[in-house]
């Protein structure tokens, strides 16, 4: 692999806002979180697929049912996330991921690294968050 690609690279705010190198190391990253989730869903569908199998012992059964209600509902999370991961490739591709879609200004790259999911700046987000706590404390 190049250098361009390399896998020590860390975007860094010494650079460009969102060059190519900087595009580049997210969509990395992006690609391979969804196929993370992607081998897991998979490895979860199997696990379920091989736990049909009918439990004689009525306790047994209701454990298993609470099992698989509880991995569907991990799976729709996963579901969910993967269409997130989605819009943030498609984001990639129009060149506007990394800006807060409220106030057009730039993500932190920190922010973006540990969430690169994210389409709000850290203080949009949390006047995001006061204002559903207001809503949801009425």
Known sequence: MNDF????????????????????????KL??????????????LNALQLESENHPDIADRASSETDRAIELRARDRQRKLISKIEAALGRIEDGSYGYCVE???????????A???ATL???AQ????????IYRDD
């Open 126 to 133: 949390e006047r995001h968050e006061r204002r559903e706590k």
């Open 5 to 28: 690609g390399s896998e020590s690279y860390k975007p860094s705010d010494a650079e460009p806002f969102m060059n190519e190198r900087q595009r580049d190391y997210f969509r990395r």
């Open 103 to 113: 106030t057009g200004e730039p993500i932190s790259l920190r922010r973006l690294d």
């Open 115 to 117: 969430r690169p999911i």
């Open 31 to 44: 690609i391979s979180w969804r196929e993370s989730i992607l081998a897991e869903s998979r490895d979860t």
């Open 121 to 123: 700046s850290v203080e």
